[in-house]
T-cell receptor, first 112, second 113 residues
């Protein structure tokens, strides 16, 4: 069974700080996605990474896919209260009945 | 382009009742997946429909069922509700023939009392 482990589970920081959250697996994925979910809402897709070693930037967010395509990280620079939410990673492997495998998420609180 | 629409947003039901939730995917998307989300278990995959056929199924009891119509709209039904069925039910649509990027609706918050 493929699993995605996210760490840390909870993170509370002050506005302006930097942070990194991780998404790890022992399995290889053909692509990996990051989502952000606000309370009472559905997850919103932030980015998809498909190539080992790939780095993508979305304003203050930097996403990296591991060289072996088994792990990924999300780095936020100068966090703002608007970054507060649940960050979820999801891996896709065409061989796994085309299902997305989801991590449990990192709950981030950015305090003003 | 309109997003994924789920109705209703909130529901309160009594144990033993049944419930039907609705999802309208993004126009042109033929794949619809349903998830149950609870604080302790995260996103749990229920099933996926593609062109009116169930293509994938998660590990949920038979009380959970779904269907998809010719216009790609989907419904899920939960019969004989239990307290543990209280959760946020999310629908996601995808454009590709395989489940890659998912676009979610706002969800239906179901409370079973």
């Amino acid at each position: 069974t493929q699993l995605l482990e996210q760490s840390p589970q909870f993170l509370s920081i002050q506005e302006g700080e930097n942070l990194t959250v991780y998404c790890n697996s022992s399995s290889v994925f053909s692509s990996l996605q990051w989502y952000r979910q606000e309370p009472g809402e559905g997850p919103v897709l932030l980015v998809t990474v498909v190539t080992g070693g790939e780095v993508k930037k979305l304003k203050r967010l930097t996403f990296q896919f591991g060289d072996a395509r088994k792990d990924s990280s999300l780095h936020i620079t100068a966090a703002q209260p608007g970054d507060t939410g649940l960050y979820l990673c999801a891996g896709y492997n065409a061989g796994n009945n085309r299902k997305l495998i989801w991590g449990l998420g990192t709950s981030l609180a950015v305090n003003p | 382009k309109a997003g994924v629409t789920q109705t209703p947003r909130y529901l309160i039901k009594t144990r033993g009742q049944q419930v039907t939730l609705s999802c309208s995917p993004i126009s042109g998307h033929r794949s619809v997946s349903w998830y149950q989300q609870t604080p302790g278990q995260g996103l749990q995959f229920l099933f996926e429909y593609f062109s009116e056929t169930q293509r994938n199924k998660g590990n949920f009891p038979g009380r959970f069922s779904g269907r998809q119509f010719s216009n790609s709209r989907s419904e899920m039904n939960v019969s004989t509700l239990e307290l543990g069925d209280s959760a946020l039910y999310l629908c996601a649509s995808s454009s590709a023939s395989s489940a890659t990027e998912a676009f979610f609706g706002q969800g239906t918050r179901l409370t079973v009392v």
